[in-house]
Nanobody, 124 residues
Framework: QVQLVESGGGLVQAGGSLRISCAAI????????MGWFRQAPGKEREFVAA????????DYTDSVKGRFTISRDNNKSTVFLQMNSLKPEDTAVYYC?????????????????WGQGTQVTVSS
């Protein structure tokens, strides 16, 4: 069992930046692809970004490419999402996820493990 704990959410103005983190606790972090999903009010949960265990491979949804960067520190069992040039439409609860799938496969398949979510609100 992998427990995922997100942190770093909050309120930011449009155009600003925020970094959210996710720490994996318990079972080894090793070998897992890590990802971020988000769910806005009244909308379905959607894929945002994912990164392979090695950190070499990553994938992003089109709407965040060039603005968001996913990274990981395997020594600390932590994955990060750096969000720049934030827009009001980025407002959502952001969920961390862990999976044995590849970053590209996470676009269309649900991960096995989820965090509890962290709220990101972007004001206009």
């Amino acid at each position: 069992q992998v427990q995922l704990v997100e942190s770093g959410g909050g309120l930011v103005q449009a155009g600003g930046s925020l970094r959210i983190s996710c720490a994996a606790i318990g079972r080894t972090f090793s070998g897992y692809t890590m990802g971020w999903f988000r769910q806005a009010p009244g909308k379905e949960r959607e894929f945002v970004a994912a990164i392979s265990w090695s950190g070499i491979d990553s994938d992003y949804t089109d709407s965040v490419k060039g603005r968001f960067t996913i990274s990981r520190d395997n020594n600390k069992s932590t994955v990060f999402l750096q969000m720049n040039s934030l827009k009001p439409e980025d407002t959502a609860v952001y969920y961390c996820a862990a999976s044995v799938l590849s970053p590209q496969q996470l676009r269309i398949a649900l991960p096995r493990y989820w965090g509890q979510g962290t709220q990101v609100t972007v004001s206009s």
